[in-house]
Every structure is written in C-alpha cells, then in structure tokens.
C-alpha cells in the first residue's frame, strides 16, 4: 500500500512538472542594467535566471555569417544585403559586439539546462532559407547541442526545411499563427508558438494542441494579466521580455 502511494505521489509529481508553465526570455534575459536584446549577455542572463529558454533572433550577412541579430536593419545597414565586418563594426547599444550564432553557441553550451530558442528570420529567396537552415543545423551537431536547441519560425517553408533537413526529434515551432494545430501536426511540426493576441481568440488551440502531442508557446506577453493567462490556460511556454514577473508568478 506504501509502496503504491509513493508510486501514485512521483506520477503526480511527475504530471504537475509537466503541467507547469515554463519561460523563454525573448531575445534573451535582456531587462536587466546593461543588458540589451540580442546580446550575449542577455543569454547569460536567462541562464544565470534558470529560466527554460533564452530565444534570439538569426539572420544570414550578404557574406553568408550567421548573426544573432532581429533585423532587417542594423544601425544604417540591412544586415541581409551587408558583410559581415560591416555589420561588427557597429557595436550594439550597451557597447557590446553583434554576436556571430557560432559565439552564442559556445556561450549555450556552458549551460545548456537553458535552451537556445533559435528564431530563423524570413530570407528573400528559398534557395537561400535552405541554406541558412542547413548551415544552422551543422553548426549546431558541431556544437553537439542538437538536444539542446529549439527552432522558430514565421515562414512556413522555413519550419519545413528544418523538419525536412533536420535531425530525428527535431523541435520545431511555427510563429505566424495562420495554421491549425492540426494542420501543424501533420507537417510534423512539434509545437504551435502563435502571439497572445491568436490564442485568446483560439483558446480552443491550446488543449487541441495538448491532445495531438503538440506544445504551446505564447508570445510575447509582458504584462502580469497576460502572464497570469498564458499561465492559467496551460500554456507551455511564455515567451516574454520580462522573466521576472513570469518567474514570480511561476514562484520561481
Ligand atoms: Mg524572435
């Protein structure tokens, strides 16, 4: 009879560690002194915080470098249509550099109980998103974190090719908020990452997302109601620009 309750107390234990909502800071652990979005020391925030996720943002230089970068600008310069030492040149706004992927890599993998969320921003041709997703991916077995990366995207083709190139497990979220969770499913896609605005008008999707084995991110919510939302219908994850207030909520 002991034995059996004890049994029953790990399961419970078990679920309620599955059911708990989780925080990925956007663009990294960035609302802190000093810090900016995108910045390497906005991923060693989110890791010294144990939050679950630290996402940032990935575009290809005219030079074919993977940068940590939102774009399409960079101070004057398209970061897309601009090489690489160009873009370096211009420090960010707390005076740190524009960080390569390859030197965000080395940083996620000093502590890899935070996950690199890993947004793969839209490139003007298909030709060259099959290429920025192919050369991500390699860099990411060299780095050996291919279980510790999570992948994003906006375009469809994008969040294909990663299901398409990638490796088995893969985890791979669509951000527009145009597909179904269903839909989702059948491209093989693991998760749904749709903006708070989508899902409170298809709170529906959460629990159909949680019935085809599918997560469910939230983003970008900021402001405690929001949070206290995402957290009350179960979502999986929010994604949020401020992890303080998500990680009180969460009694983190
Ligand atoms: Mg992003």
Request: hydrophobic residues 40%; charged residues 25%.
């Amino acid at each position: 009879m002991k034995k059996l309750l004890t049994l029953a107390v790990c399961l419970f234990s078990v679920t309620a560690l599955c059911a708990q909502t989780q925080v990925i800071a956007h663009r990294g652990y960035h609302a802190t002194k000093n810090s900016v979005r995108n910045s390497l020391s906005a991923l060693v925030n989110a890791q010294d915080a144990g939050v679950y996720g630290s996402e940032c943002d990935i575009n290809e230089t005219a030079d074919g470098v993977l940068v940590v970068v939102h774009g399409p600008m960079h101070e004057k310069y398209r970061v897309q249509e601009t090489d690489f030492a160009t873009l370096r040149a211009q420090t960010l706004a707390n005076g740190e550099i524009l960080p390569t992927l390859e030197e965000y890599l080395v940083q996620a993998k000093k502590n890899t109980a935070t996950k690199l969320i890993i947004e793969i921003k839209d490139h003007n041709t298909p030709a060259r998103e099959t290429r920025v997703v192919k050369n991500i991916l390699k860099m990411v077995k060299k780095h050996k974190l291919v279980n510790d990366v999570e992948y994003i995207a906006f375009r469809q083709f994008v969040c294909d090719e990663l299901v398409k190139w990638g490796p088995k497990g893969i985890k791979v979220a669509y951000l527009n908020g145009t597909l179904t969770p269903e839909y989702c499913k059948g491209l093989g896609y693991t998760g749904i990452d749709y903006s708070f605005k989508v899902m409170q008008q298809h709170p529906n999707w959460i629990k159909e997302s949680h019935d085809l084995g599918l997560t469910v991110n939230i983003w970008t919510v900021n402001d405690p109601e929001g949070i206290k939302w995402c957290i009350d219908n179960k979502a999986d994850y929010i994604t949020t620009d401020n992890p303080a207030e998500a990680m009180r909520q969460l009694g983190m």
